[in-house]
Structures are given as C-alpha cells and as structure tokens.
C-alpha cells in the first residue's frame, strides 16, 4: 500500500517562495502520474499541477501558470512544487497525490487519484 508524505509546507510573504516535497513510499510500482491539489477553507480541492512520470508531461492550472514548477524524480516516485512570486490566493492546504495504473488516461482532476497525502500548510501574508 503507497504512502505519500509532503514537506515543504510553511509561511511566506507575498511576492516570496516555498518549495514542496512529496515522496511515495510502501511500493517499487512507479506512479503514472503525480500531482498537487490545494483546498482553501470553505473551498474546494482544486488541481495546481500535474505530471505524467512516463513522459514527463506537465500540467498546470492557469492561476499558477508561469509561477509555479512542478518536477520529479520518477525513479524515486518523488514530487516537487517550487511555489515562486507567492501571493496571499495561493494559501491554502497542499495535497499531494498519486495514481499507479493507467486508467482513463487523465490525471486532470482530483477524483482521478487513489493515493493522497496528509497535506502540508502554505500561508502567504500582505
């Protein structure tokens, strides 16, 4: 059974950056595709970014276009979110999430993971 653990989480002020971390542990499968989530009080969880392992194909919601990165280590099933020019819309909590088998093919939203992580707190301020 994978587990995922996110890092990286924390404060930062407006206009600064974070980085997230995400490792899979539990399983030598390697995911086929991994991605972020963030859910916002009252809010609900909406995709950041997302990568297909196999072929490195990145996906990004248009409101962290141009700000945010996504990478991975795919040999270790490791994520990475570098968050840069952080603004206060961007608080919320990070999921990381995982999906081991083919499926449908998309990897587009968050009903199409099996795996998620505990999620890690990112608090931008003015």
């Known amino acids: 059974q994978a587990q995922l653990e996110e890092s990286g989480g924390g404060s930062a002020q407006s206009g600064g950056s974070l980085r997230l971390s995400c490792a899979a542990s539990g399983t030598t499968a390697r995911a086929y595709c991994m991605g972020w989530f963030r859910q916002a009080p009252g809010k609900e969880r909406d995709k950041v970014a997302y990568?297909?392992?196999?072929?490195?194909?990145?996906k990004y919601a248009d409101s962290v276009k141009g700000r945010f990165t996504l990478s991975q280590d795919s040999a270790k099933n490791e994520l990475f979110l570098q968050m840069d020019s952080l603004e206060p819309e961007d608080t919320a909590i990070y999921y990381c999430?995982?999906?081991?088998?083919?499926?449908?093919?998309?990897?587009?939203?968050?009903?199409?993971?099996?795996?998620w992580g505990q999620g890690t707190q990112v608090t931008v301020s003015l």
């Open positions: 990568i297909y392992t196999g072929s490195g194909s990145t």
């Open positions: 999430a995982a999906r081991f088998y083919r499926g449908s093919g998309y990897c587009g939203t968050a009903g199409d993971y099996d795996y």
